[in-house]
């Protein structure tokens, strides 16, 4: 769509996503928003929608509500019939709403008579076995009777469509959901499946069972669809990244294996190598180590190498990428969950531990760079000569043939080391080295 096509939808179109009740279901296995609950005040329902629409002068409206508009648990009929007034008073000509099949009834098909009624349904897959194994609770059958329903009172059908469902042969049965609705919905929207904070397919996820796919496995899928004027499609509908719910938040303490493969990290470092766009403008990757305080931006090493690449005129140009055991984080996600709430104790370290640390962490940072080694032009590291991290990376680097710089003069280091000084990356000498080293980049 144009920017002034855009422009003109937007003054045209309200959308609203009024909270209320909780969806009757609620197990869907991607769904998280099915899973939320609010309390049910018709009273703070009308005065919410009254400001909603308070600027709008447009014609068409949309409410989105994450279970179904015509469930009376979630939204009583006082509320529904005070929605159509109110899109008559405005001459709001087209409402869409959404609901679950079970809900579609003539009674309340004839409560939105005089308005252009357009419903939404979450069929997902047209296959009765696949929409038991994701537990959508509703067969084929009951998605056409609600069809027929919604039809028979002149009004129209969106068919939601999942893309990458967990169950066998998703591919063509995604094609052939797509022949189904193509035939009996007004609307089709293709959603990648990404899966909200709640959802229970993150667990399949960490698992191993299941993993989403990025925007061009999912173009990909859906190219014979794209210039399908009924067909909307979305690779992204809400920002998605691996959102753990706080019930399953962690504090990570531990050393070996399992900590550097906690399911968690596992799924973020996925996410960071299929998913993650790094940010545009920034060609110099720095390479740095952790720290003990989280998160990181508070530590003593990072507010001074924070002040060392501020300082330098390269400053908008740097990316900051720590690795650790939880293995490639770009640096904009050192507050996120579980990078701010782990501890590895490198005291506790053994010789096949760190063995171990150099080799996953090694294939997680050549995936990264695999993946975005374009985005950048230098690579700089400044970390303890010595550092298993380190080693890590110049292995990867080697491997892919990116040439790496450290950030200092190894012979400054070992001097301090042979002065006695335990923590050389903190001293002025090595953080001006790394300054200027930045500077002399083109
Ligand atoms: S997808 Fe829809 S029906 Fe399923 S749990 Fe979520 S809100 Fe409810």
């Given at each position: 769509m144009?920017?002034n096509?855009?422009?003109?939808?937007?003054?045209?179109?309200k959308?609203?996503i009024?909270?209320s009740?909780?969806?009757s279901?609620?197990k869907?296995?991607?769904?998280?928003?099915?899973k939320?609950e609010y309390?049910?005040n018709v009273?703070a329902?009308?005065?919410?929608?009254?400001?909603q629409?308070l600027?709008?002068?447009?014609d068409?409206?949309k409410i989105?509500?994450?279970g179904?508009?015509?469930d009376?648990e979630?939204f009583?009929r006082e509320?529904?019939?005070?929605v159509?007034?109110?899109c008559k008073?405005?001459?709001?000509?087209h409402l869409?709403?959404e609901?679950?099949?079970?809900?579609?009834?003539d009674?309340?098909?004839e409560?939105f008579d005089?308005l252009d009624?357009?419903?939404g349904?979450?069929l997902?897959?047209?296959?009765?076995?696949a929409l038991?194994l994701?537990?959508?609770?509703?067969?084929?059958?009951?998605?056409?009777?609600?069809?027929?329903?919604?039809?028979k009172?002149?009004?129209?059908?969106?068919?939601y469509?999942?893309v990458?469902?967990p169950v066998p042969?998703?591919e063509?049965l995604?094609?052939?959901?797509?022949?189904?609705a193509?035939?009996?919905?007004?609307?089709i929207v293709?959603?990648?499946?990404l899966?909200h904070?709640k959802?229970?397919i993150l667990?399949?996820?960490a698992?191993g069972?299941w993993k989403?796919?990025?925007r061009?496995?999912?173009?990909?899928?859906?190219a014979p669809y794209m210039n399908?004027?009924?067909?909307?499609?979305?690779?992204?509908t809400?920002r998605f990244?691996?959102?753990?719910p706080?019930?399953?938040?962690?504090?990570?303490?531990?050393?070996?294996?399992?900590y550097?493969?906690?399911?968690w990290?596992n799924i973020?470092q996925?996410?960071?190598?299929?998913?993650?766009?790094?940010?545009?403008?920034?060609?110099i990757a720095l390479?740095?180590?952790c720290?003990?305080?989280?998160?990181?931006s508070r530590?003593?090493?990072h507010?001074?190498?924070?002040k060392?690449v501020?300082l330098?005129e390269?400053?908008k140009?740097?990316?900051?990428?720590?690795?650790?055991?939880?293995g490639?984080?770009?640096?904009?996600?050192n507050?996120?969950?579980p990078f701010?709430?782990y501890?590895?104790?490198?005291r506790?370290?053994?010789?096949?531990v760190?063995?171990?640390?150099v080799r996953i962490?090694k294939?997680r940072?050549?995936k990264y760079?695999?993946?975005?080694g374009r985005h950048y032009k230098?690579f700089i590291a400044?970390?303890r000569l010595?550092s298993e991290?380190?080693e890590a990376?110049k292995?990867?680097?080697?491997e892919?043939?990116?040439?790496?710089?450290?950030?200092?003069?190894?012979e400054t280091?070992m001097?301090l080391?042979?002065e006695g000084?335990?923590?050389?990356?903190?001293?002025e000498?090595?953080?001006h080295e790394?300054?200027?080293k930045?500077e002399a980049?083109k």
């Amino acid at each position: 769509m144009k920017a002034n096509e855009n422009k003109k939808v937007q003054e045209t179109t309200k959308t609203i996503i009024p909270r209320s009740g909780k969806c009757s279901w609620g197990k869907c296995i991607f769904c998280g928003y099915g899973k939320e609950e609010y309390p049910v005040n018709v009273q703070a329902l009308k005065v919410w929608l009254d400001r909603q629409l308070l600027d709008f002068h447009g014609d068409t409206l949309k409410i989105y509500c994450s279970g179904s508009f015509l469930d009376d648990e979630q939204f009583p009929r006082e509320f529904r019939e005070y929605v159509v007034k109110k899109c008559k008073d405005k001459g709001i000509k087209h409402l869409q709403i959404e609901s679950r099949p079970e809900f579609v009834t003539d009674e309340k098909l004839e409560e939105f008579d005089e308005l252009d009624l357009i419903i939404g349904i979450g069929l997902e897959v047209a296959d009765d076995q696949a929409l038991k194994l994701i537990a959508k609770g509703f067969t084929v059958k009951d998605y056409l009777k609600a069809v027929e329903k919604i039809h028979k009172h002149g009004f129209k059908v969106k068919a939601y469509v999942l893309v990458n469902l967990p169950v066998p042969n998703w591919e063509k049965l995604f094609h052939k959901t797509m022949e189904l609705a193509r035939k009996t919905a007004d609307r089709i929207v293709v959603m990648n499946l990404l899966p909200h904070g709640k959802a229970p397919i993150l667990e399949m996820w960490a698992r191993g069972e299941w993993k989403p796919l990025s925007r061009k496995d999912f173009e990909k899928v859906v190219a014979p669809y794209m210039n399908d004027p009924k067909v909307e499609v979305e690779f992204e509908t809400f920002r998605f990244i691996p959102n753990i719910p706080n019930e399953k938040k962690v504090f990570i303490e531990g050393v070996g294996k399992d900590y550097i493969e906690h399911p968690w990290y596992n799924i973020w470092q996925d996410w960071f190598s299929r998913i993650y766009e790094p940010p545009a403008g920034k060609d110099i990757a720095l390479f740095v180590p952790c720290s003990y305080t989280k998160p990181y931006s508070r530590s003593k090493t990072h507010r001074l190498i924070d002040k060392a690449v501020k300082l330098s005129e390269k400053a908008k140009r740097i990316h900051r990428i720590v690795i650790s055991s939880p293995g490639v984080i770009p640096f904009e996600f050192n507050n996120y969950y579980p990078f701010n709430a782990y501890e590895w104790d490198e005291r506790l370290e053994t010789p096949e531990v760190k063995e171990e640390y150099v080799r996953i962490n090694k294939e997680r940072i050549k995936k990264y760079l695999k993946a975005h080694g374009r985005h950048y032009k230098h690579f700089i590291a400044y970390f303890r000569l010595e550092s298993e991290s380190l080693e890590a990376l110049k292995q990867a680097c080697d491997e892919l043939g990116i040439k790496l710089v450290l950030g200092y003069n190894p012979e400054t280091y070992m001097r301090l080391v042979n002065e006695g000084e335990k923590r050389p990356l903190f001293r002025e000498e090595l953080l001006h080295e790394l300054k200027s080293k930045l500077e002399a980049i083109k």
